[in-house]
Every structure is written in structure tokens, then in C-alpha cells.
T-cell receptor, first 116, second 112 residues
């Protein structure tokens, strides 16, 4: 059973426009969420995270929004650049003390293509 | 600060063989996790080690095992390789008190 779902396998956006990547989760105990970016043949790179006590976190061109009632989070990239073309993974964790005995649950990823 | 390193980067084995992959975490990171990535399956969690002890385990058969050394370096072993074990194996490290994991470049394993 997929507890973290990224329902769009792929997304195509024009350079300069906004990219919105979505992630839904089913476990209401999740209290920390992360987004990673992955290029082919490389390991995932951490992008941005958000705690469940917040509903928004911003870092440069990247903003993550969390809607706890809908169990939904989204990653906004503005403006999108061709170098943003990669697979984006959403991950969530729950339980235990922060960082201890906690396991990240991953979505299957969304492949973003930014067209020049 | 150096990132997570994994060796080897590429490996070709045949069915029935065994393989050992190595991971050196970021300095100061004592927690190491291993993941398997295959097309269409995302990142599947294998196990996590901290202070030389396995702390978490995913749903993989006993052919997949690991260990961690006193310097936090970790190894993963897969015995009796099957074709379906062909995948990218990723190692990630983190500080125990933090959520964010930092990944190595992965080892691409091909089983023929």
C-alpha cells in the first residue's frame, strides 16, 4: 500500500513558467516531509522540507505547501529552468523522536521536463 | 565537506553470485541507510544502521544484509543474486537528530 503517492508520473512545463508537483499521503501520523531531486545515474539531492507545524516553506525558487486536512503537499518552482528537468521525489516520516527510529516513506517520483 | 561516497559505481554479476557494496558517509553522520531503486518502483528502503546496529529494516528477503563499522562506514551484501536484483543501490547518511538524508551517487548493479 503506497502511503505516499505522486499521481503524476510526468509533467512538462515551459521555461519561465511555474512548475507544480503534487504529493498525497494517507498516514495522518506523518509529521515531516521532504522533496528531493534526482538526475539520471545520480543519487537524489535534498531540495526542501517542511514540518507539519507549518503550512509553507520557501527557499529561493522553491516553495513547499502543506495542507494537512487534505493530506496533500505541493512543490512550486518559479520560474522553471531547463536545469530543473529531473525526477522529483516526495518523502514523509513519522513516529519516534526527531531523527530517531524514523523511516522515510517515498513516493514513486514525478519526472519534470522544462522546455526552453 | 566531502559527500557520501559509494564504491564501486558499476558492477556486473551473474545469477547465483554474491556482491558487496560499500558506502562512506559524510563526516559526522553516524546513520546510514540503504535503498534500492528500480524503474517504476521508486526508492525501496532496505535498512538503516546507527552505531553499528541495524535500527530499521524494509521488506526485503534475507539475501540482503548489511553492516556498519565503528567509523560509520557501511557495507551491503546481496547473496545468491537474481536477475531482479539489477538496480541502482543508493546509500544515504544523516545526523541521527536530523531528518534530512544525503545520498551518494549510487552503485549500478547488473545481474546477468
Amino acid at each position: 500500500d503506497q502511503q505516499v503517492k505522486q499521481n503524476s508520473p510526468s509533467l512538462s512545463v515551459q521555461e519561465g513558467r511555474i512548475s507544480i508537483l503534487n504529493c498525497d499521503y494517507t498516514n495522518s501520523m506523518f509529521d515531516y516531509f521532504l522533496w528531493y531531486k534526482k538526475y539520471p545515474a545520480e543519487g537524489p539531492t535534498f531540495l526542501i522540507s517542511i514540518s507539519s507545524i507549518k503550512d509553507k516553506n520557501e527557499d529561493g525558487r522553491f516553495t513547499v505547501f502543506l495542507n494537512k486536512s487534505a493530506k496533500h503537499l505541493s512543490l512550486h518552482i518559479v520560474p522553471s529552468q531547463p536545469g530543473d528537468s529531473a525526477v522529483y521525489f516526495c518523502a514523509a516520516s513519522a513516529g519516534g523522536n526527531a531523527g530517531n527510529n524514523r523511516k522515510l516513506i517515498w513516493g514513486l517520483g514525478t519526472s519534470l521536463g522544462v522546455n526552453p | 565537506k566531502a559527500g557520501v561516497t559509494q564504491t564501486p559505481r558499476y558492477l556486473i554479476k551473474t545469477r547465483g553470485q554474491q556482491v558487496t557494496l560499500s558506502c562512506s558517509p559524510i563526516s559526522g553522520h553516524r546513520s546510514v541507510s540503504w535503498y534500492q531503486q528500480t524503474p517504476g518502483q521508486g526508492l525501496q528502503f532496505l535498512f538503516e544502521y546507527f552505531s553499528e546496529t541495524q535500527r530499521n529494516k524494509g521488506n526485503f528477503p534475507g539475501r540482503f544484509s548489511g553492516r556498519q563499522f565503528s567509523n560509520s562506514r557501511s557495507e551491503m551484501n546481496v547473496s545468491t543474486l537474481e536477475l531482479g536484483d539489477s538496480a541502482l543501490y543508493l546509500c544515504a547518511s544523516r545526523r541521527r537528530s536530523q531528518e534530512t538524508q544525503y545520498f551518494g551517487p549510487g552503485t549500478r548493479l547488473l545481474v546477468l
